[in-house]
């Protein structure tokens, strides 16, 4: 099936369940985002991510990212902690698609993993005082995600059919994302944080699905 129309679906899913977090429909939430988060998976396959190394790594990482958005559907912390563990090898293994089709470590890797690594440390600044129990799997996940980020300035597209700022434009609006999820988890919860969020995030999935 051409990839647009499960580029379309989660688009549409992805509104729903914006509209079930509105409505604080819990039904809904576990209609709309699991089908979301399946339609990013076939967005990939739709656009051949078996055909490449690069391809298998990304389609891995959509998958855990997956799991990760299930398990977040459910309040309490023991189901926060696994959807992060999720999170966090989904972020693993974007970086294991990057180092796959990187072009070279140079100064471009160096500049972007010490403005990632200074982000994360303001965020984690941002959070300490609320984070309690979870201060050493945030601190974990927070740099994971700054070496995700930082491996995304150096990767290209392996067919070289998609512009290289997909891989680029999808980290960084997947690990913005997470500050969303952060807020909701730790700091203030509210429909805003989710209003912006859950777009962000499955339109970054959607731009690294497409760049196999």
């Avoid at 023991?78 to 966090?88: N, Q, V, Y």
């Avoid at 930082?150 to 990767?155: M, R």
């Avoid at 909701?184 to 731009?207: D, I, S, T």
């Amino acid at each position: 099936m051409p990839p647009a129309i499960f580029i379309v679906s989660c688009t549409l899913f992805t509104g729903l369940l914006v509209w079930g977090e509105y409505k604080n429909t819990f039904r809904w939430r576990w209609f709309a985002k699991p089908l979301a988060s399946a339609s990013f998976i076939l967005t990939a396959i739709a656009f051949g991510a078996d055909q490449t190394v690069y391809g298998v790594w990304v389609l891995a990482a959509l998958v855990f990212c997956a799991v990760g958005d299930v398990l977040l559907i459910s309040n309490g912390n023991r189901t926060f902690l696994a959807g992060m563990g999720a999170f966090a090898i989904g972020h693993a293994a974007y970086i294991g698609a990057f180092l796959s089709v990187e072009t070279g470590i140079g100064s471009l890797y160096v500049i972007a993993l010490v403005g990632t690594t200074i982000l994360a440390l303001l965020t984690l600044r941002w959070l300490w005082p609320y984070l309690g129990a979870f201060r050493w799997p945030v601190i974990g996940y927070a740099a994971i995600i700054a070496c995700m980020v930082s491996t995304s300035v150096i990767a290209a597209p392996p067919s070289g059919a998609a512009p290289y700022y997909l891989i680029i434009l999808g980290a960084f609006g997947f690990a913005i994302s997470d500050l969303s999820v952060a807020k909701e988890q730790f700091v203030k919860p509210g429909f805003r944080n989710k209003a912006w969020g859950l777009p962000l995030y499955y339109g970054a999935q959607l731009m690294l699905a497409s760049s196999v």
